[in-house]
């Protein structure tokens, strides 16, 4: 559990959230996020930033990458059909946890409510 709180943590405090510009989707690849979050640890670039689908590919392939078994799920709210925020789960010991870093001062385990519709997918 505290291999997968610290990739909770390095993600949430890393990343900074934000909404991709209205009518784009842009995609940033984990390495791409690494090597900005390298750089900002470093003194030299901003505090990256990403959304939803940013955070949840980095933190699942960091935990992918050191044995945890990991799904995606996928949510809408407010009655809509069209889904509109995506997270992470991880499965520690027989339990899937929800793992959703965009929220500071959220954990490991935090998850939204209101859910009108959901799909997960296991990865």
Known sequence: KGEARAVFDFVRDCVRYTRD??????IQTPPVLLEDIR??????????VGDCDDMTVLSLSLLK???????IKVVAFS??????HVYGLVKIGDMWTSFD???PG?????ESGGHTRVMEIIV
């Open 106 to 110: 959220m954990d490991m385990g935090w």
């Open 101 to 103: 870093c965009v929220r």
């Open 79 to 84: 009655n809509s059909k069209k889904f509109s």
């Open 39 to 48: 750089l900002y640890q470093g003194g030299k670039g901003e505090r990256p």
């Open 21 to 26: 510009p209205l009518g784009f989707e842009y």
């Open 65 to 71: 990458a050191i044995g945890f078994e990991v799904a």
